[in-house]
């Protein structure tokens, strides 16, 4: 649409400046046949004056002239006055007496008199203009005086200024009607063909069933082009989702996102997926007018959109940013990614007050301390519980509206904001297939009976009919806990229980990232030099070695440690202070709840601290920066980065390790890896560490910059293999087989 009101600007652009010329030009031509015919009309007046006039000139006094001149009657409508002067230019009669304050007349009169013809000027009386003409009075051939007449020129003005007025009128009707006939033919013979040749084409892009491209004479060699190239992707597609398909069962080979969509098909039957999350896979914002959006950090969405991609079905989240009311239809929906549809996103709105009582209260000061026992003290209101019972029934609400007509539909809820859903969704469904996957880690059970309301909590996940974890541990735990809260039937042999005639699978599913064969073997090419040369250029980075750290601003993920190990580096191994910068990209999180307002402070006090006690002129220890980057930018970073520091207190998984890895295509870096991190278990050639023990983290950042280059790309190989072989596109497999074998 922007092109198409260009299109209308530069037309209306030109028809302007041709209407306005060609005004222009009357204009000047309509102001000189006005003029000609004034002056002609004033020198008419004026002689048959003369001629009545000068035969008493000389034998009259002033005072019979003046007595005289009055009497003159003059048919012109236009006509002013008039004023007799003697050979030297004095006034000797005038009427009527206004036109004595016309300034300038003595010269048109004196121009007469000496040059002894006609002369004729405009001159002014506040706003009215006047035209003076002036012709010599003879006496045989003497000039004996002057005879002045004076026409009243206002109705020039009053004719041009018509011109003007019509013409920018018709100027105005000729714009609104070209602009009309032109947005309507460019829109419905132009854009409106181009925009279905593009939806055509991305359907057919997205693997879904295309329309039909539509036949317009004008665009027929661009249509007989998107026909080819649309035949051409049907055709790579089938070829490739057979090739998938034969590819399902070889367990050596990497997923990828056609094979997954090949194995849903062939195990789905056309069952519909539903995931639900609080956070949502895309942000629409409105800044300056213009709508955008971001992917927002965090590991659900980064590991759950590539699946949903994959797959398709409807994602029911959150809808959080300040203009996502403005895009989604009627029914809060809206076909994301934006400009590709592979799936649909349905956003359910909740007020200030849920937000605050639900997210911020029980799911982050009571859940999330709870489950990361990172010494953070979880706090449990009786109000938060109930708005978090309420939110959880608004979303099992929208998740029945998405399936009312599906059968057998699958259902996927992800992490403790909605641990309450499966159970209030299997009440209504009960042929639903229902998974919960628990992002974060899960305590053992003494650390959960601190949580008042962990009965309900329990009784919610156990609707599920598979309950999935990052590790075996976390599995165990939550066995050991529901054994010691809730009377059930526990069978450790097929680790299930069974509460209320219903039955749950708890198992493992370590969680990845999008990282294919096309991935691992992607070249290593010059683009990355020049990216990581202008991020160094960019943050004025000059030292050999760059640490980094890839977090949200969150008091679980070890940053304050991260900082001492690096302080305590530099003190114990002075020959690398302004040889070594560390990066650590840290955008603010949950800052509406006091605690991560504190730790925010605290962790920028101890930048501040550290820094003071090294930085010189041109060096600084550590970067904080707070900025939120892209995917795509944050894998310049890790390209640039000579370690990657994870050193989570306790986590989940912690999809960073794994993202830094992926990103290494040359097989160089060090990854130092908490022990404490779910990715620990899996990715066993990076430095596994104990973040509680600064002075070993310190030596391990040494040993880690003087490695060499073979020991790094030995190491990186077997870790690149362990993520190319167990993606996001595995996992979602395995769960999804797992759920359909039930």
Known sequence: MKQIFIAIAVIISIVSLITLSFTFNQVENERQRLLLDLQHRSGIIAENLAETLAPNFLQASSSAIQTLVPEFAVDDEEYAGLAVYDNKGQLLAVAPDTIKEITGTQQVIENAIDTDTASGNFRKIGSNNFYVFAIPLHDKRLTVGSLMIVQNANYIDIRLMDIWRNSLLRLFIQVFIISLATLLLLRWIVYEPIRKLVESLQQVGSGKKHKKIPNNPLLQPVIKEFSRIQTNLTQARLAASEEARLRLEKVDSPWTEEQLKAFVKDILDDRKIIIASNREPYIHTKTNGKISYYFPSGGVVTAIDPIMQACGGTWVAHGSGDADRMVVDKNDRIAVPPGESKYTLRRVWLSKEEEDRYYNGFS????????????????????????????????????????????????????????LVPALIKAERPDATIGIFWHVPWPNSEAFSICPFRKELLDGMLGADIIGFHTQLHCNNFIDTVGKELESLIDLEQFAITRNGHTAYVKPFPISIAFSEEHAYKSYDQSVQINTKEIRKELNIQSKYIGLGVDRLDYTKGMLERFRAIETFLDKYPDYREQFTFVQIAPSSRSSVKKYREFENEVQKEVTRINGKFQTRTWKPILLLSKRYSHAELQHFYQLANLCLVTSLHDGMNLVAKE??????????????????????????????????????????????????????????????????FNIYRWSAELLKTLVNL
């Open 364 to 419: 982050n000061e009571g859940l999330w301390p709870l489950c990361h026992m990172a010494h953070t003290r979880p706090i449990f209101r009786k109000d938060d519980w109930e708005e978090y019972k309420r939110v959880n029934q608004k979303f099992a609400k929208a998740i029945l509206q998405e399936i009312k007509r599906s059968n057998r539909p699958i259902v996927l809820v992800q992490d403790f904001h909605l641990a």
């Open 660 to 725: 830094y890895v992926a990103a290494r295509n040359d097989e160089k870096g060090v990854l130092i890896l908490s022990q404490f991190a779910g990715a620990s278990r899996e990715l066993k050639d990076a430095f596994i560490v104990n973040p509680y023990n600064i002075e070993n983290m310190a030596d391990i950042i040494k040993e880690s910059l003087e490695m060499n280059d073979e020991e790094q790309s030995r190491r990186m190989k077997k870790m690149r293999t362990v993520i190319k072989n």
